[in-house]
């Protein structure tokens, strides 16, 4: 089986933080979130993957390269012009010759992916949706099923009170190739805009399954990227990485009195300045320099952050290459370069 994950949004929900860094490469507990999507479809045997890129599309690949890392062939489709979820994967027809999944590059999930294909293939369906239960819906789209999953229903963001269903759509498909009928060549399209309501319409095959306690996050916004880095590095969400996620790096360096509790993830090479104190939940990627008596609490630290002496970060995120200067009080804040 063959999957593509969808990658070539700009993630302007996440600015100022992606201004620099393409959305597949921000980063959960230090690695690129599309690292994490391509070993979780590889658990499931899928070891050919389609990508679309587009914004800072080199950076993307230099990071990614040809999948090997995570044991999947990664092929690259480069668009010039964003057309839509369905647009672009139409545009990999050829690649797809049987049941195909798609997912985003902003999903962080554990859904067992096997269950819903097996479910798609006993329903005979055109196009299965994965779902999970929220108790808050007004962020996401609602899905309605009948008794025996087909959709009957989607209700967009509904105001509190008024949603139909607490099952929403994470994004995680399955399709048949004769989806592609329903895909027009050359034009801007979108699953959830026009091809689902179209199966809707014509009540086509279309089903979905709830994933019943399975974990699922879109880290496409500031509060649900928080959300997925603390549930990372509180053992609520598994990484399939090599290593521990709540650990210090071999090669860091510790100054003299520096205080590390709770969950905390620190990269390679960092170099954490005397008396600092590291509190979690933490993460503090590669390369990342702390001053001597700086505070960092329940913050992100992306790639080659550095944070001046007696600097306090408290519930802040600070972006790949910024500098925080000496004496600085950031609370609650996105700070990065433009």
């Known amino acids: 089986m063959k999957a593509m994950i969808l990658a070539g949004g700009l993630s302007t929900r996440l600015y100022p933080l992606t201004k620099a860094v393409p959305k597949p490469l921000v980063p959960i507990a230090g690695e690129p979130n599309a690292i994490h999507v391509m070993r979780y479809l590889r658990s499931f045997g899928i070891e050919d993957v389609a990508i679309n890129v587009h914004y800072h599309a080199e950076q993307i690949e230099k990071r990614l390269g040809d999948g090997s890392a995570c044991r999947v062939r990664l092929h690259y489709l480069y668009e010039e012009v964003l057309l839509g979820s369905a647009g672009a994967v139409k545009q990999m027809e050829p690649f797809f010759d049987e049941t195909f999944v798609v997912i985003g590059c902003d999903d962080l999930t554990d859904i067992p992916l096997d269950n819903v294909i097996g479910f798609h293939r006993d329903r005979g369906a055109l196009a299965t949706i994965a779902l999970v239960e929220a108790e808050d819906v007004s962020h996401y789209g609602v899905v309605v099923v009948d008794e025996n999953g087909k959709i009957v229903e989607f209700q967009e963001k509904p105001e509190p009170g008024t949603e139909k269903s607490h099952l929403v759509n994470t994004g995680v498909y399955v399709f048949e190739p004769e989806i592609f009928k329903r895909i027009p060549a050359g034009e801007f399209f979108d699953f959830g805009k026009q091809v689902f309501p179209g199966l809707q319409r014509d009540r086509a095959e279309f089903y979905g399954l709830a994933a019943g306690d399975a974990y699922w996050c879109d880290i496409g ?118």
Not at 300 to 325: K, N, P, Q
């Open 221 to 338: 916004t500031p509060s649900e990227y928080v959300r997925a880095t603390r549930d990372v590095l509180s053992g609520r969400m598994r990484l399939l990485g090599d290593g521990p996620v709540r650990s210090v790096a071999r090669s860091a360096r510790l100054g003299d009195g520096v205080q590390i509790e709770g969950d905390v993830h620190i990269g390679e090479r960092c170099r954490i300045g005397d008396r600092a104190r590291i509190l979690g939940s933490s993460v503090l990627g590669d390369d990342v320099v702390v001053g001597d008596e700086a505070l960092i609490e329940r913050s992100i630290l992306w790639d080659r952050a550095r944070v001046g002496t007696r600097a306090h970060l408290i519930d802040s995120i600070v972006g790949i290459d910024y500098s925080v200067a000496d004496g600085s009080h950031l609370h609650d804040v996105i700070v990065a370069n433009e």
